[in-house]
């Protein structure tokens, strides 16, 4: 009961309740499956090894951050509410998935609920398409823009109307809710595309096509549609990460090069290019984040902060940025906890080395021996592709993050709690070492999120340089 009430409510926050449940939505049914969810939950925190991860501890930490930064940047107790309450939806998504997902089977679920999404989007973004976008796009005139285009944005809720550098009108893919944006809807989409492949079976060439080749190019359509270039340069890392296992790292940098320029004739960033110069406004909007975590270290300027701080009505653009920025030291140091844990466990169960096979458990006590029957069958290739695939699903994550102030999506912290999962699943076997040591992973959180800062600043002071 738990995992299926927690898949429709990761269901409902990507699509949004006014789609699932038209009128009833006015009646918060997603905070009444909330509030479900957690009575059902609730027994199964005993013996649940989630107060073990440090992912855990981190999001306890983001979470207090998150109302200090209010509190101190902002003076205002209701904005920490309000900010409590925006960031535990995105959060619940780590807990539940650890609380509820046991199973390979569960497993493939979040990921067919991952497809589902979007799948449906992509479907009723190009039946937009399909039906008179070109005769119903509104005439851009100067007294009439804003009006017109917000009729248009209401009549095609699944498209974006903007103009390219060359001034002409180009429709861009976007879900709705958390993934309202085409940057968003692409970084989910670049998520997903590796997870498909957990359903590819050996010498199974018609099942593949159908559960493997067919979901993945519906998908790379979906990308395109968004003409987005963060996803497109996230899409690109992952091919890259994905082909230096079999080729070689400069093979694998050769053939994302070609798929580079093979997509930019093609159109595929809706005649937006991408360079240094292109991206200068977004240098700029990050050198105006570190300039916020200079004047206010501590704890930031508070959620939000950023666009009243900068003046210039933009976000930062980048999730490591926002995050300085508006949360500080003491909230970028939890956000890289959770983040240094999440790709050290998947890179753990990805390695053939750190993975041994499962070990042969027949005891003679009867009560124990029933008890270890129930844990499912799953060997090292198993686990090592499970961890291999949630590696390059957080790849794609983090390079669209690149360039998107979105530190705190729910699909970061779904994608934390999935590889926790594959985790647990290779510890219960005795497959792989037990987790770090907190003392260990808190020294070396520290040293990433000051690194990460040096790394800001260093690629900052080499573009202005190269001006």
């Known amino acids: 009961m738990g995992f299926v009430l927690s898949v429709l409510y990761f269901v409902v926050n990507y699509l949004t309740p ?133 009729i248009w944005n209401m009549q095609h809720p699944y498209l974006l109307l903007t103009t390219n550098l060359s001034g002409e009108q180009v429709y861009r893919l976007r879900g709705l809710g958390i993934i309202n944006d085409p940057n968003d809807f692409g970084q989910l989409l670049v998520c997903v595309i590796p997870l498909i492949f957990i359903f590819w079976r050996a010498k199974k060439t018609f099942k593949n096509i159908v559960f493997v080749a067919l979901p993945v190019c519906a998908l790379l359509y979906g990308v395109y549609l968004t003409h987005s270039r963060g996803a497109l340069l996230a899409l690109l890392a992952v091919v890259i990460m994905a082909a230096r296992r079999r080729t070689g790292t400069l093979p694998a940098l050769l053939i994302a090069g070609v798929l580079f320029f093979a997509a930019m004739a093609m159109n595929f960033t809706g005649g937006r290019d991408i360079s240094v110069s292109a991206g200068s406004d977004r240098t700029v909007l990050w050198g105006e984040g570190l300039q916020m975590l200079k004047s206010h270290p501590l704890f930031g300027v508070g959620p939000g902060g950023f666009v009243d701080n900068c003046g210039c009505g933009h976000t930062a653009h980048n999730s490591l940025v926002i995050c300085a920025a508006e949360l500080g030291i003491f909230g970028l140091f939890f956000w890289c906890l959770f983040l240094f844990s999440t790709a050290r466990d998947a890179l753990a ?119």
Request: aromatic residues 8%.
């Open 349 to 467: 169960v990805a390695s053939p080395e750190n993975v041994s096979e499962a070990v042969p458990a027949m005891p003679k006590d009867e009560s124990l021996s029933q008890g270890i029957r129930k844990i499912e069958e799953i060997d090292k290739a198993e686990i090592n592709r499970l961890g291999r695939l949630m590696v390059l699903s957080l790849t794609g994550f983090l390079v669209a993050g690149w360039f998107l102030s979105r530190a705190f999506v729910m699909t970061f912290f779904l994608l934390g709690g999935m590889v926790e999962v594959a985790y647990e699943m290779a510890l219960q076997r005795g497959m792989i070492a037990p987790r770090m040591r907190l003392s260990r992973v808190l020294m070396y959180t520290g040293g990433l999120a000051v690194s990460l800062i040096i790394l800001m600043y260093i690629m900052l002071r080499t573009v202005n340089l190269m001006h």
């Open 18 to 150: 006014p789609v699932l449940f038209g009128p009833l939505a006015v009646a918060r049914v997603e905070l009444i499956l909330a509030l479900l969810i957690l009575l059902v939950s609730l027994p199964k925190l005993t013996g649940s090894y989630i107060f073990k991860t440090p992912q855990s501890v981190a999001l306890i930490g983001l979470i207090f951050a998150i109302v200090c930064s209010v509190l101190v940047g902002q003076h205002w107790l209701g904005g920490a509410i309000q900010a409590f309450l925006g960031v535990i939806p995105s959060i619940y998504a780590y807990f539940l998935i650890c609380l509820h997902c046991n199973s390979k089977a569960k497993f493939r679920v979040l990921v067919l609920m991952l497809l589902f999404v979007c799948l449906f989007v992509i479907a009723n973004g190009y039946i937009d398409l399909l039906h008179g976008v070109p005769g119903s796009s509104p005439s851009l005139s100067a007294s009439t823009e804003n009006i017109n285009l917000n």
